[in-house]
């Protein structure tokens, strides 16, 4: 349930924040992908030494490199849930990370549609019908009856 609906003019003017966000996003999701890794495999070099040398890696049993890894993942993890929050304030859904996909809640002739927007396009120039995803997306042009209305 959506507590406000987009106007064109509305949606179109949150599109600068929108790159800027999304952009964002991806960038932490990627480092977030390459320090999760980074920590799999530090994982698995220290249960080798454990293994191999039947001892922890240090003192108190926590090996500091999984530490410093751990704490970068909860870093950028918080990092984008304040981007995600910063849409969900606006009820704008996040569809996508990869490729930036949002929706906005709009109502058109009384019925609400989704005006969507993806990183990389100047601005709104699409929509579906709320059961429809992204295979649904219908240029403007095809919008029936009144253009979307605040």
Partial sequence: ???RFYSLDAANALVP????VTT?????RDELVGVR??????ES????????????ADESGTDPELRRLQLRMRGIVDQMQADVAWLDERDIVLRDIGSGLVD???LVSGRQVWLCWRSGEAG??????VDEGFAGRRPLQAL??????A
């Avoid at 890794?37 to 530090?42: F, L």
């Avoid at 709104?124 to 019908?129: A, K, P, T």
């Avoid at 029936?144 to 209305?149: K, N, V």
Wanted: charged share 35%.
């Fill in 24 to 28: 964002r996003l991806r960038e932490q």
């Fill in 1 to 3: 349930m959506v507590s």
């Fill in 144 to 149: 029936p009856g009144e253009t979307a209305r």
């Fill in 17 to 20: 924040e929108l790159a800027v």
């Fill in 45 to 56: 070099a220290v249960l080798r030494d454990v293994i191999d040398e039947a001892e922890h």
């Fill in 37 to 42: 890794d980074a920590y799999r495999e530090r």
């Fill in 104 to 106: 906005f809640p709009a």
């Fill in 124 to 129: 709104i120039g699409f929509w579906h019908n």
